[in-house]
């Protein structure tokens, strides 16, 4: 199993980006997808949660109305739209995955997101 994020980058406050999650060795389409991130020091955040068929989605309200999650299951990719970002959501951004029939759970190496003037 791989999950490959890409997308992070400088962000102005107030500006936008897209994070993508590539995923590999397993039936993508059967699985719910989250992204996560963390701040050195801190738990890691759930911030989007999205179930398998994309249909169904949950954000806490940090993010709630600013952040979207969406997936291509053609393409085995699950996205997390950032709209309005605030300097407070500058963290490690993590795909993560569990297969709760092997009792495993699946993370990304993370990419950086930094909002800053």
């Known amino acids: 199993v791989q999950l490959v994020e890409s997308g992070g980058g400088l962000v102005q406050p107030g500006g936008s980006l897209r994070l993508s999650c590539a995923a590999s060795?397993?039936?993508?389409?059967?699985?719910?997808m989250s992204w996560y991130r963390q701040v050195p020091g801190k738990a890691r955040e759930l911030v989007a949660l999205?179930?398998?068929?994309?249909?169904?989605?949950n954000y806490p309200e940090s993010v709630k109305g600013r952040f979207t999650i969406s997936r291509d299951n053609a393409k085995n990719t699950v996205y997390l739209q950032m709209n309005s970002l605030k300097p407070e959501d500058t963290a490690v951004y993590y795909c993560?995955?569990?297969?709760?029939?092997?009792?495993?759970?699946?993370w990304g190496q993370g990419t950086q997101v930094s909002v800053s003037s």
């Open positions: 993560y995955s569990r297969d709760y029939v092997l009792n495993r759970n699946y």
């Open positions: 060795g397993f039936t993508f389409s059967r699985y719910a």
């Open positions: 999205i179930n398998s068929s994309g249909g169904t989605s």
